[in-house]
């Protein structure tokens, strides 16, 4: 069997403090994916986990050591940064600051410890990522593989996700500030760097100081291939529902037991079949159950609930409050309790008045030779709630592929396509831009 040549990495965590730091954006990556950060939507704290405080103090180390100004750690967990203008308006104003977010959080829905990742030079082949547990990356099973065929991709041993969401756009960024740095002779507008938690669970920007900040735009580096450009994302909203029931003996159950999963399934039954993530694409939006712990007497479950239109998705919020009150009638009052929360709207409209922006990104693409892929976002980023507060916010791509699993990889190429659109997009904002 062919088997690509596996290239291995010597960089590690101490690079960063002994003064040694590779500045590639490759290099960067692999060192940032060997810190655990993932954040947890149970603990009700802020960061959700102390774990991502170690990337957070690695990125300040590297940022005063290239240079940066301002650089600063908050108590939530917000690191965040200043690149000084080399440029002005014409008559000496300053231009307008424009901001670089990424998250460093990882999602919990593959394991996220004890990342192992490498680079395969990929020749078309199926990669065996551990030949004793048989875990493949196929381009049969993943045909968007065959773009890159001759490319080197990063990839982990198969037990793990890798973190390229969102650890591909942290280095990207940092890639581009060390460039900026030891580049004064480039011109550009006074640039921010925020790097924030949490983000997977969807409390990124709670803590994130908007004034602090003090941009007057930016971009979120949290897309995935090379060209996805985004300024449409879903409105956003979660279900926590309990359920209680009531336990019996088994041998005299009958007219006493209520079995609280069991009515679980029935609520789960009653929602439309067809508006699953798996039967959805494009605007359409879904009813996501993503969590589900229970026993006789109580049950919680956890939905995701997700929709582009604004008016289809209250319609949609309200669908799940009615079968709640028609189920209770059914069992009693408070046999079902829902929490249904807001977590970010749809960012359209919030980056239509900037359009400049999406604009400015494109153009900088086609000027690379890349095309730009503007689509929406099944998904969220940090910037839909940044932009509700203030700070018109859309999504580039970082490269990567099949985020939130252990067979997600990033190309090469692709990362160092994104490090050259940052640079070509704050260069062109080295010219004032009306809003």
């Known amino acids: 069997m062919d088997q690509p040549a596996r290239k291995t990495f010597a960089g590690s965590t101490a690079d960063a403090t002994e003064g040694t730091v590779d500045d590639s954006v490759l290099t960067?990556?692999?060192?940032?994916?060997?810190?655990?950060?993932?954040?947890?939507?149970?603990?009700?704290?802020?960061?959700?986990?102390?774990?991502?405080?170690?990337?957070?103090?690695?990125?300040?180390?590297?940022?005063?050591?290239?240079?940066?100004?301002?650089?600063?750690?908050?108590?939530?967990?917000?690191?965040y940064a200043t690149i000084p203008a080399t440029a002005a308006k014409p008559d000496g104003a300053p231009l307008p600051?424009?901001?670089?977010?990424?998250?460093?959080?990882?999602?919990?829905?593959?394991?996220?410890?004890?990342?192992?990742?490498?680079?395969?030079?990929?020749?078309?082949?199926?990669?065996?990522?551990?030949?004793?547990?048989?875990?493949?990356?196929?381009?049969?099973?993943?045909?968007?593989?065959?773009?890159?065929?001759?490319?080197?991709?990063?990839?982990?041993?198969?037990?793990?996700?890798?973190?390229?969401?969102?650890?591909?756009?942290?280095?990207?960024?940092?890639?581009?500030?060390?460039?900026l740095l030891a580049h004064?002779?480039?011109?550009?507008?006074?640039?921010?760097?925020?790097?924030?938690?949490?983000?997977?669970?969807?409390?990124?920007?709670?803590?994130?100081?908007?004034?602090?900040?003090?941009?007057?735009?930016?971009?979120?580096?949290?897309?995935?291939?090379?060209?996805?450009?985004?300024?449409?994302?879903?409105?956003?909203?979660?279900?926590?529902?309990?359920?209680?029931?009531?336990?019996?003996?088994?041998?005299?159950?009958?007219?006493?037991?209520?079995?609280?999963?069991?009515?679980?399934?029935?609520?789960?039954?009653?929602?439309?079949?067809?508006?699953?993530?798996?039967f959805t694409e494009g605007r359409e939006g879904f009813y996501h159950l993503d969590e589900m712990m229970g026993t006789v007497e109580r049950t919680s479950c956890h939905y995701l609930i997700r929709e582009h239109d604004a008016e289809r998705f209250a319609m949609m919020k309200e669908r799940v409050l009615d079968i709640v009150?028609?189920?209770?009638?059914?069992?009693?009052?408070?046999?079902?309790?829902?929490?249904?929360?807001?977590?970010?709207?749809?960012?359209s409209e919030r980056i239509a008045p900037h359009r400049h922006l999406v604009d400015n990104a494109a153009a900088v693409m086609r000027s690379l030779g890349i095309v730009p892929l503007v689509e929406p976002i099944r998904g969220g980023t940090d910037g839909a709630q940044l932009s509700s507060m203030g700070l018109p916010c859309p999504n580039l791509c970082t490269g990567g592929h099949n985020f939130h699993s252990r067979s997600e990889y990033i190309p090469v190429p692709s990362m160092e396509g994104t490090v050259e659109i940052v640079k070509g997009i704050v260069s062109r904002y080295a010219e004032a831009i009306e809003d």
């Open 325 to 347: 009150a028609y189920l209770n009638g059914t069992y009693g009052p408070g046999t079902f309790v829902a929490k249904l929360d807001d977590q970010y709207l749809n960012m």
């Open 97 to 179: 600051t424009l901001g670089l977010i990424a998250h460093m959080d990882t999602t919990s829905d593959a394991p996220g410890a004890n990342v192992r990742a490498h680079v395969e030079h990929f020749i078309g082949k199926r990669i065996v990522l551990d030949p004793e547990q048989g875990i493949i990356l196929s381009p049969s099973d993943y045909p968007e593989l065959d773009s890159y065929v001759g490319q080197d991709i990063v990839v982990t041993d198969g037990t793990t996700l890798l973190g390229a969401d969102d650890k591909a756009g942290i280095a990207e960024i940092m890639t581009c500030a060390a460039y």
């Open 184 to 278: 004064p002779e480039v011109r550009h507008p006074r640039i921010r760097i925020g790097f924030t938690p949490d983000e997977e669970i969807g409390e990124g920007p709670d803590n994130f100081d908007v004034i602090h900040f003090d941009a007057d735009f930016a971009f979120t580096l949290d897309g995935g291939r090379l060209g996805e450009l985004q300024f449409e994302n879903f409105n956003a909203a979660e279900l926590h529902l309990t359920i209680h029931g009531r336990s019996a003996h088994t041998g005299s159950a009958k007219g006493t037991m209520l079995n609280s999963m069991l009515l679980a399934m029935e609520f789960q039954g009653m929602l439309p079949p067809q508006s699953r993530p798996e």
């Open 28 to 79: 960067r990556f692999i060192r940032y994916t060997t810190f655990d950060t993932g954040s947890d939507r149970t603990s009700g704290t802020h960061p959700s986990t102390d774990r991502q405080f170690a990337l957070a103090r690695q990125l300040r180390a590297e940022l005063e050591e290239m240079g940066a100004f301002d650089v600063e750690v908050s108590e939530s967990c917000y690191v």
